[in-house]
């Protein structure tokens, strides 16, 4: 009798859910201060990586700014003498001369 047997119709058990964008931000918001805990921890940490990189300029502390600004008056001081030495001094001709055998 399984010859004449008619199989039901599967199922398609389909939930519809509405994806709002904004209340998604918002849950994320919410979650990355802490007043809901729904992110994981590898969410949480890139959470804290947007947060510590968008951190403006303007908010340096002076010691950063002054740091910043003794190392490029170092590097400059150090290109300017390379400079010198490179196109400015008779021994680099020497140098040069002497490698090539002339």
């Not at 509405?18 to 921890?41: I, V």
Request: hydrophobic letters at 40%.
């Amino acid at each position: 009798m399984a010859f004449f047997f008619k199989h039901n119709p599967k199922k398609f058990n389909y939930i519809p859910r509405y994806y709002d964008p904004e209340k998604e931000a918002w849950e994320q918001k919410k979650a990355e201060l802490g007043y809901d805990a729904k992110l994981s921890h590898e969410e949480q940490f890139r959470a804290q990586m947007r947060r510590s990189w968008s951190v403006k300029k303007d908010e340096e502390s002076k010691e950063e700014q002054r740091t910043k600004l003794i190392r490029r008056i170092v590097l400059g001081v150090f290109v300017a003498f390379i400079f010198y030495f490179i196109f400015c001094t008779p021994l680099m001709t020497n140098i040069v001369s002497g490698l090539m055998g002339k």
